[in-house]
Each structure stands twice: as structure tokens, then as C-alpha cells.
């Protein structure tokens, strides 16, 4: 089989996949499952870096010009310094799937593969021959995890699809905002990354159910359902009463207090009263006990009622006095009240240090990097960044093997 550098990203000559270990068991969780990670930009790439980041040797396949999300956000030598997270713990290799040699090579790599994961739109890797009924033929384990914006079915399935509009499709953008105010997106991939979540979760429930029976499956996971999933109790409330969520700032329509203040010398901060015993100490708080007992505010369903005077009499004391003392009388009667923190702060935040939340990693192109460390933490088996993502094609000559 002849291959052209161009069309694959290798080195011309007849070439072979061999899923090789990338090195020996090491107790990791995820050791020993092989995740051939087809898709790019956020969603299903999130996904694989979940895997990879709790053992899961995940190879990646990019187009010889590169994932596209390596041009997004702020770049470093013409590349996006956030590939450095997302690429974390993946093999690389080249490979244009247009072209036939290429889909063989991926063939051969599904072949002994637990896992597949892609993102394109529908019907695109059976006009390759790469679709799950070619792919598991001689593998009936394999799990495919297919990310798309609107599903595999539906009137919508061929439209293209991002978090963006899919975050606006599913109710998020309709309720997030000032009151009377225009919906707002959120200015990160959020319903990209809820939907990576749900997809290594689906991958880890399809692969337990794989281990019991030897059939693998396909999961559609389509991004505006994950974001509509977490929701909230948005469709319960208007199946029962016809209840539309508006947008209303930072309160929300089932408990107050709940809000953002503004201290004495210009910072803000987050405080939520959901319960008895949390209202209970904001008001001895602000120095106003006696409206525990208060008809106005007797119960979080009074509290919504007169939540604006609420507010005004938590930010009236708020509002006077400097952010250190804020901080320290809140904590003092154990009130749930945090400092609004832009990335500068949270980098010098105490609770993230003593977590190490963020985490140094040592990178073969820029040295040291800090980006958010391995979570969730498990006490026995934790996971671990090896190493940051790497160059285009950096694994090619060890995963493929020339004849």
C-alpha cells in the first residue's frame, strides 16, 4: 500500500498500524483501554483528554494541517496555547481522511481499538467506509462515541452544530442575562465541555456493558441535549404550571438570597442563603438578627416576595465595608459567600494552591506550563498529565510501522 506525504501526513512507503503500548501498565485506572480519538475541536476531544488523563492510551488523529482548534484563542509560535490542555496525554498522528490509504491505516487502528470517538456530521465516515458497521466487522466490542451538535436522526441532523448554538437551542441563552436585558452566551465552550463530560461517561457505561456481554454500541451524543440536560428543573416547571424561566441576573426564581455585592473598595462577591441556618447568620451577619423572625422574610418563599429589599439591606452593609472585612465576618458565621476571582486571583488563590488545582507541567516545546490538574481525584488510582499535546503527526513513525 503506497502513501502519499501530502494526503497522510507520514513518510511515503507502504505503511502499518500497530497499536504498540505507549508503556507499561502503571496502575492507572483507565490502563489498557485504547481510545482512537477521530474527533476535534472541543466536545469529543474533551473527552479523550478525561480518558487519556486517568491512564486510557488515546491516538489522535489530525488532518496534516493540524486539529482546528490549534488556531483558537491565544497563540504561542502560530499555535493555540490552550491545545496544550486539550492535547494532553494523546498520541498524534497525521493522516488526511479523504484519502484511501489513510482510512485503511484507521481500519487497521479501530481494529484494536476499544473505543472510536468523532464528531463529523453525519453519514461522513460512511462515505469513507469508516462507519460503525464497517469498523466493529471484525471487532464487535467497539464502542463509537459520535458527537454532533443535533443528533444522528432529526429534521436538524445535517445543520452544522457548535456549543454556541446549541447553548441557544436549549434554553441557556434565554435565561442567562439582566433582567430586561438581551440573552447572553457564555464567553467559554461550556455546553462543548458538559458535553465532553457526558461523553467520556457514556464511553466508561458503554464499555462496562461491552466487558459483560462482548457487543459493543454506538452513542449519539448530541451537544444541545447535554446542555438542555442540565437545565435544571426548567422543563418540570413548565410541564406542571407553564412556568418560563426569565432572565433575572444573578437571582434565581426558587431561592433567595442569592446574588453578587459590591464591597467598599470595588470588589464583588457571591453569597446564597438557600437555607434556614444560612439566612439565619447573613442577617447576624449585617448586624440585623431580628429579621430572622421577620413575616417578610420567614421562610425562603416569603424571601422571594421581598427579595429586592432583601438585597438592598445585604448589599446596604456590604456595600460599606472594604472586601477584607466582608470576607472575614461572613467567614466567621460560617455563611456561604465567595470572592468573584478573574484568573490572576484564582492563580493566587490558597484554596487552589493547597489543592493544586493548577499544576506545573513540563513541556519538550515551552518549558513549563500551569493548566488545570486532573479531576475528579481518586485516593488510590489518581490520574496524571504525562506529558502536554505535542506536535502534529509526533507519533507517526512509532504507531505506524513501514514494510
Known amino acids: 500500500m503506497t502513501t502519499s506525504t501530502a494526503a497522510t501526513g507520514i513518510k511515503a512507503g507502504i505503511r502499518q498500524s500497530a497499536w504498540r503500548p505507549r508503556e507499561e501498565d502503571d496502575g492507572s485506572a483507565l490502563g489498557g483501554i485504547r481510545v482512537l480519538e477521530l474527533a476535534a475541536i472541543i466536545a469529543g476531544a474533551y473527552s479523550g483528554m478525561l480518558l487519556a488523563d486517568f491512564g486510557a492510551d488515546v491516538i489522535k488523529v489530525e488532518h496534516p494541517n493540524g486539529d482546528p482548534f490549534r488556531h483558537l484563542g491565544n497563540k504561542r509560535e502560530g499555535t493555540a496555547v490552550d491545545w496544550k490542555r486539550i492535547g494532553r496525554n494523546k498520541r498524534l498522528v497525521a493522516l488526511d481522511l479523504h484519502d484511501p490509504d489513510a482510512q485503511e491505516l484507521v481500519r487497521q487502528l479501530a481494529a484494536e481499538a476499544d473505543v472510536v470517538t468523532e464528531n463529523f456530521r453525519p453519514g461522513r465516515l460512511e462515505e469513507w467506509g469508516l462507519g460503525y458497521d464497517e469498523l466493529s466487522r471484525d471487532n464487535p466490542g467497539l464502542v463509537m462515541l459520535r458527537v454532533t451538535g443535533w443528533g444522528q436522526d432529526g429534521p436538524h441532523k445535517d445543520r452544522p452544530g457548535f456549543g454556541s448554538v446549541a447553548e441557544a437551542m436549549a434554553g441557556f441563552a434565554a435565561v442567562n442575562g439582566e433582567k430586561g436585558g438581551h440573552p447572553l452566551l457564555p464567553p467559554f465552550g461550556l455546553a462543548d465541555h458538559i458535553s465532553g463530560i457526558y461523553g467520556a461517561f457514556s464511553i466508561m457505561t458503554a464499555l462496562t456493558e461491552s466487558r459483560r456481554s462482548g457487543k459493543g454500541q454506538v452513542i449519539d451524543l448530541a451537544i444541545y441535549e447535554c446542555m438542555f440536560s442540565v437545565m435544571g428543573g426548567m422543563a418540570l416547571d413548565y410541564d406542571q404550571f407553564g412556568f418560563v424561566q426569565q432572565r433575572s441576573g444573578n437571582r434565581v426564581h426558587y431561592s433567595s438570597p442569592r446574588n453578587v455585592y459590591e464591597t467598599s473598595d470595588g470588589r464583588f462577591v457571591a453569597l446564597s442563603g438557600s437555607t434556614p441556618n444560612i439566612f439565619r447568620r447573613i442577617m447576624i451577619s449585617i448586624e440585623r438578627p431580628e ?103 509526533q507519533d507517526d513513525n512509532e504507531v505506524f510501522v513501514t514494510r
Do not use: Y
Not at 418563599?301 to 472575614?328: C, M, S, Y
Not at 488545582?357 to 490538574?373: C, H, K, N, Q, Y
Open 291 to 393: 429579621l430572622v423572625n421577620d413575616p417578610k422574610f420567614i421562610d425562603n418563599t416569603a424571601r422571594l416576595k421581598n427579595a429586592d429589599e432583601l438585597d438592598q439591606l445585604i448589599a446596604g452593609w456590604i456595600n460599606t465595608h472594604p472586601f477584607d472585612d466582608v470576607l472575614r465576618v461572613f467567614g466567621a458565621n460560617e455563611v456561604a459567600l465567595a470572592p468573584v476571582q478573574d484568573i490572576s486571583q484564582i492563580f493566587e488563590d490558597e484554596q487552589f494552591i493547597a489543592r493544586g488545582a493548577i499544576t506545573s507541567v513540563e513541556d519538550e516545546e515551552w518549558g513549563t506550563l500551569r493548566m488545570p490538574g486532573v479531576f475528579p481525584r481518586l485516593s488510590r488510582t489518581p490520574g496524571k498529565i504525562r506529558w502536554a499535546g505535542r506536535k502534529v503527526g
